[in-house]
């Protein structure tokens, strides 16, 4: 007997898969009788399933029924947002009876590599806070998991959305400084990232609004300190400086004023410097830093909501919410002089 005859001839989910003409994740999804599948598509695999004579694994059923009531968190806890967004996750996530799965990303350490370990520990939904990776990216790795994204759009059908609107925000900013005086404003962007682009397109477009888009200033920075200090850099060897600086972040901003200081230019009394998040940071004394904030409990309860929405009571259709910034005035941004 060959190889071929000895084979296991009973047809597979993959095999479903192909003669309905959708995905294994949805035939997964259809066969545990999780949420996330149209009455179309779920008579489509049974109807295939019926025509190849396919029978689901009990064993493996009742596996995958079996409720884990675990939501995988992914984010980078370098980040002070991020882990002020995780925090309130958790304390939503315990009200709702849901446990918890951080599966945290690092420079040495791909978001890749973070969500395909919150899918192995069979987490039921998971929530990514700023994600950096394109959406087709996310959607190849869940397998039909139900997500959240905190932070920006992932532009796929199947995944909720909540932030705040980056270029409101950066708009505050540039309104303050313009109505106290400034017209010569930089902006340290905070890389190549989605979230860094809207921020940059909202300078762009409140500086164009106030007639002060041919003397803006946009230098490349990052999301850490070390970012904010090449941006800053970068300000001091070309051109006159510009008298307000409109960082990133927070983290981003407390760089550049370490930069700034160390050639002698002091912020709030040589140049005024914001950040955004409104981090613990921002509000040290010593810093001090006018900043956008984030209502992170807010953000924090409409993801746990999305998600126990999705699990315990069959939603389906993808949902956004875009929430309002606010701007915190401290001593970092003064009326020029």
């Keep these: 007997m060959s190889t071929a005859e000895r084979a296991d001839p009973r047809p597979t989910m993959r095999d479903v898969a192909r ?16 949420p996330g599948a149209s009455e179309e598509s779920r008579r489509r695999v049974f109807a295939a399933a019926d025509r190849l004579g396919y029978r689901p694994n009990r064993t493996a059923s009742m596996l995958a029924l079996r409720r884990t009531r675990q939501l995988g968190v992914v984010a980078d806890l370098h980040n002070w947002i991020h882990a002020e967004i995780v925090d309130a996750i958790i304390a939503d996530a315990e009200r709702e009876h849901y446990q918890i799965v951080l599966t945290p ?35 190849a790795l869940l397998d039909g998991t139900p997500v959240i994204s905190v932070g920006r759009t992932l532009g796929i059908p199947e995944a909720d959305v909540v932030r705040c609107s980056d270029r409101a925000g950066i708009g505050l900013v540039v309104d303050h400084l313009v109505d106290s005086g400034h017209r010569r404003i930089a902006h340290i962007d905070g890389g190549s990232g989605v979230i860094s682009g809207e ?13 002060l888009l041919d003397r803006a200033t946009i230098v490349g920075g990052g999301l850490v300190e070390e970012g904010g200090r090449r941006g800053a850099q970068e300000l ?7 008298t ?34 409104d981090s613990a940071l921002s509000r040290l004394r010593r810093i001090d830093l006018t900043s956008v904030r984030q209502d992170v409990d807010q ?19 993808a949902r956004e919410a875009v929430l309002v910034p606010q701007l915190i005035v401290r001593g970092s941004s003064v009326r020029l002089r």
């Design 19 to 34: 003669e309905a003409g959708v995905s294994k994740a949805l035939v997964s999804i259809v066969f545990r009788g999780s």
């Design 105 to 139: 990303w690092t420079a040495r350490h791909a978001e890749e590599r973070a969500i395909e370990a919150a899918v192995e520990f069979r987490c039921e939904a998971l929530v990514l806070v700023g994600s950096e990776l394109d959406g087709e990216a996310v959607r």
């Design 199 to 211: 921020r940059r397109a909202g300078f762009e477009e409140s500086m164009r609004r106030h007639g």
């Design 236 to 242: 001091l060897h070309t051109g006159p400086l510009p």
């Design 244 to 277: 307000a600086v409109v960082a990133f972040n927070d983290s981003c901003a407390v760089g550049a004023i370490e930069e700034f200081d160390a050639a002698g230019v002091r912020a709030s009394d040589d140049l005024s410097i914001t950040g955004y998040d």
């Design 299 to 317: 953000l924090g309860r409409w993801a746990v909501s999305a998600a126990v929405e999705r699990l315990d009571h069959g939603r389906t259709e």
